[in-house]
T-cell receptor, first 114, second 109 residues
């Protein structure tokens, strides 16, 4: 299994540009999430999905869109990049067993918006 | 919203020392997770706890649900343990994780 994969690893955007961060998992996990990690702060939830066709907002959803057309893929779209979106983005998937959910993280995408 | 705090923020230890990292949270949870983030950035899950104590090799994690507190212990620390350790609480059975700010550990040879 490849686990959770993310592309690209690094990206530089100019203010106002749009782009899509890709995330895929091959473990047939029902739950997938996107987080951003900023210096001195914990990971913060952007959007999450509990299954194909179902998404919901997390703590910091503004400026981002998601969709989940398949179990495997959960892309994150930046609609109009802003310098405040400079961050490291992590995608994670999880499965439940007995009411507890273990998370598997992708390697991260480091995004810089100039 | 749960407030997750960790202490200490930074920790430097000599190889072989016993290390404790603490995590406290404010609202009831379904599970607590300890994660490790290495300098390269990757994040791996170390423990998932809903009660009691778990042990993997030199790592031990405990949780006290009544006191809303968890500890991560590393026995006989080694330089390869140098990483950021992150506490995360699951508020909603996998649908809402809240993360602590992390504890940066450096183990010197």
């Amino acid at each position: 299994n490849a686990g959770v994969t993310q592309t690209p690893k690094f990206q530089v955007l100019k203010t106002g540009q749009s782009m899509t961060l890709q995330c895929a998992q091959d473990m047939n996990h029902e739950y997938m999430s996107w987080y951003r990690q900023d210096p001195g702060m914990g990971l913060r939830l952007i959007h999450y999905s509990v299954g194909a066709g179902i998404t919901d907002q997390g703590e910091v959803p503004n400026g981002y869109n998601v969709s989940r057309s398949t179990t495997e893929d959960f892309p994150l779209r930046l609609l109009s990049a802003a310098p405040s979106q400079t961050s490291v983005y992590f995608c994670a998937s999880s499965y439940g067993a007995g009411g507890t959910y273990e998370q598997y993280f992708g390697p991260g995408t480091r995004l810089t918006v100039t | 919203k749960n407030e997750v705090e960790q202490s200490p923020q930074n920790l430097t230890a000599q190889e072989g020392e016993f290390i404790t990292i603490n995590c406290s949270y404010s609202v009831g949870i379904s599970a607590l997770h300890w994660l490790q983030q290495h300098p390269g950035g990757g994040i791996v899950s170390l423990f998932m706890l809903s009660s009691g104590k778990k042990k993997h090799g030199r790592l031990i994690a405990t949780i006290n649900i009544q006191e809303k507190h968890s500890s991560l212990h590393i026995t006989a620390s080694h330089p390869r343990d140098s990483a950021v350790y992150i506490c995360a609480v699951d508020e909603g059975y996998g649908q809402n994780f809240v993360f602590g700010p992390g504890t940066r550990l450096s183990v010197l040879p």
